[in-house]
């Protein structure tokens, strides 16, 4: 876009970041009469931090009594069944399990009964006989546990790709690859403008929400006071043959920095452990590493001693936004009228994002915005397809009226042609996209077998040459254009 001028346009409210507190912020406006856009670095919505967190529903009773994150925590927590309902994703409620390894931490996990107790969480203490018969693969020496049965999981990615979709229906937009370089406020009008690659976008209110940059953003307002300082956190995913070795997510009793090691039933059906709790430097170092793999183990050992790591399937990293201040900051700009920081959103932010964004038409009303409902707002998004979860019959009828239905293209997953092609309708652009909303290759091959044969349907669907197909943007191309001529004059096959 260099030397050219670059196109103007405006909205009431600009919404900078498309994770799961973005997405669930566009959602709840769109129940008001709003012009609302959402701007999104990526090529798609939730693959910042959103995609990589161990996907549980908090319980609300971790959570430091007077911190915003015990103020939306356990509402965010209460919020989750109706909310997976109306936008047809998945919701598992499994349970939590804080166990304790010794007496003394037993002393621990009686205060936590206590604090949650007095917010209204629903806690149970087990004694060591009751847990284990609830959980027999746990370590036998455990003293006993709280549990916490309206904690549970969901997949965060597919929540905040419905909750986009659902917003559009609604009427608001959004815009991927849409990085934001620039911003000011402009005192005499009291407008504030985001410049992209393509565009200058000129906004009445922003919504920071920008997670590990938000900081960045905030200080391109002029904002600077307070900072991100990232917190990596390490997982390993087991493949589908250790699903059922514990049903509830099993906590230990917390450190300073984070909630310690877990072993998480994902809403996948996977079995994961992690994550680590590493203070860094780098907000996009997304390395694993052997240290941070034995320190995972031995803490997921210590709760269930069974697990094999042989079974390893996947591992990945995510950075948690945390601020300065140890706590989510939710707050207007002190200096700049109209701009709300959803800053410092770190872990239990998946959790409390949809309490988080309840709040915002309030917060923005507060800035002056005239907040009017709609009357024709509609909750329900139609949920997709998820062909191996459906009886035979449903199977034989699907495919009698989309054959495409009938070929499975992730043989680890059984996920179909018909599912992945619809995963590309609803927004996915690239093959993690495809991986992410459709769960094609991330079964236990990792995409060695279909990722060829998904690369040609992203191909034919979006209209793109191969050679511009990619695993998550530019830069990540999967055919080199040899291996196309190749392909083209038959000497490769896929
Ligand atoms: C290892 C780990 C485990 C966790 N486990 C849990 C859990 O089990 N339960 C729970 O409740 N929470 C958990 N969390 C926390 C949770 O993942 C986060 O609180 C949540 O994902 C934050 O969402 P967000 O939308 O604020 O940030 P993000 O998902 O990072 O979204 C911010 C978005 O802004 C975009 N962006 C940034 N800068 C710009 C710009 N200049 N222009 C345009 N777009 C921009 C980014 O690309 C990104 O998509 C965990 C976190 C980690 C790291």
Redesign the pocket.
Known sequence: MEGREKNMISAQVVI???????TAVARELSRYKLDVLL????PE??????????????GGFHEEEGTLKAKYCFPGNQMYPKLCEELDVCFVQNGILMVARTPEEMETVRLYYERGKKRGVRLELLSREELLQQEPNLNPEIAGALYAPEGGAVM?FELAAALMENAVQNGAKYKVD????KAWYDEGSGKKYLETREEIICADYVVN?????SD??ARMFGDDYFRICPR??E?YIFDLSVKDVVKSTIFPVPGQLSKGILVIPTAAGNLMM??TGDNIDDKEDLGTSQDGFDRVLEGARSLVPSLDPRKIIAQF?????ASDRGDFIVELSPHVPGLLH?SG?????????PAIAADVPRLLAEAGLAIEPKENFQPRREGVVRFNTLSRTEQDELIRRDPSFGRIICRCESITEGEIVDAVRRGARTLDGIKFRARAGAGRCQGGFCQPLIAQILSRELGLPITEVTKAGPGSEVVTSKAKELYDQEVLEV
């Open positions: 900078v970041g498309g994770g799961i507190m973005g701007l999104e670095k990526e919505v939730g693959w910042g931090t959103t995609k990589a967190n161990s996907g549980i529903v908090h965060p849409a990085e934001v370089t929400a920008a997670g590990l940059f960045t953003l990596k956190g997982e992690g994550p990293a995510g950075v948690r936004a959803l959103i770190e872990s239990p932010g998946l959790t409390a994002a």
